[in-house]
């Protein structure tokens, strides 16, 4: 990908990025038991992730999907959210959102709507 974001911007995103790894929400460590170490199609995910000058909770490059886990707090900012799905999707990004409440209480369903992103990319 071209994106570009300047070096005090990447320390900052690195230094969020690395926090919210040490300290995911639930769902988003209920999810990540799921991905890692290429468990789906051999996939290989990225946890809290800098992509220009946002944090995709997941990425898999190789499949240009992103994963979005949105908690309480997406309620109130949509708007943001459309702004960070136009820009994944304008960069040649497929992101897929999962609301906390789908991760908990129906984890397969996510992880064969993943599966399902993944072979439309190609990935077998």
Known sequence: M?????PELWARLRSLAREHRHEPTPQEQKLWTRVRD???RDAKFRRQHAIDRFIADFYCREASLVLEVDGPIHQRQQGDDRLRD??????????????NDEVDRDIQSVIRRIEQALSG????
């Open 2 to 6: 071209g994106w570009r974001t300047t």
């Open 38 to 40: 290429r468990q789906i």
């Open 86 to 99: 136009e820009f994944f999707q304008m960069n040649g990004l497929q992101v897929l959102r999962f609301t």
């Open 121 to 124: 990319s190609g990935l077998e």
